[in-house]
């Protein structure tokens, strides 16, 4: 799939939550109607895809490693990603992910639910990611 070009404009979406499961290395195996609605893809396009297929490129790599070790560390992880549509829109979500079990304890994929961030903590996490980036350069 081509790499997709940021477009410096939101994508603002209410309503239901955003869901989505991935497998244990981040394809997805599941997009909700809503998930492909707000990120602009068809299901056929984000099944079977790495969810970095909506990786903004604003949002710092250190807060993905951070998420991975938090799951990786069989815990749940959450806060807010600016992600990116495939018309080069973005949007802002409040994501929470959490490991998916099977009968014998094991981590078998992951969940994700988001919904729409409040305005506040966009700002705040805005001003935050910003420093982060100039730092990880």
Avoid at 11 to 22: K, M
Avoid at 99 to 119: C, D, F, L, W
């Amino acid at each position: 799939m081509d790499k997709v070009t940021p477009v410096d404009e939101e994508y603002v979406f209410e309503g239901s939550a955003i869901i989505s499961q991935t497998d244990l290395k981040g394809f997805i195996t599941f997009a909700n109607r809503k998930f492909c609605e707000v990120s602009g893809y068809k299901t056929s396009e984000l099944v079977g895809s790495n969810h970095n297929i909506i990786r903004h490129p604003d949002m710092p790599k250190s807060i993905f490693g951070k998420m991975w070790d938090t799951l990786l560390g069989g815990e749940s992880w959450n806060g807010l990603v600016k992600n990116l549509r495939k018309d080069g829109l973005y949007y802002w979500v409040y994501t929470e992910i959490t490991p998916i079990y099977n009968n014998n304890e094991e981590v078998t994929g992951y969940m994700a639910a988001r919904k729409s961030a409040p305005r506040k903590d966009i700002e705040e996490s805005e001003e935050i990611y910003k420093k982060m980036l100039k730092t990880q350069n």
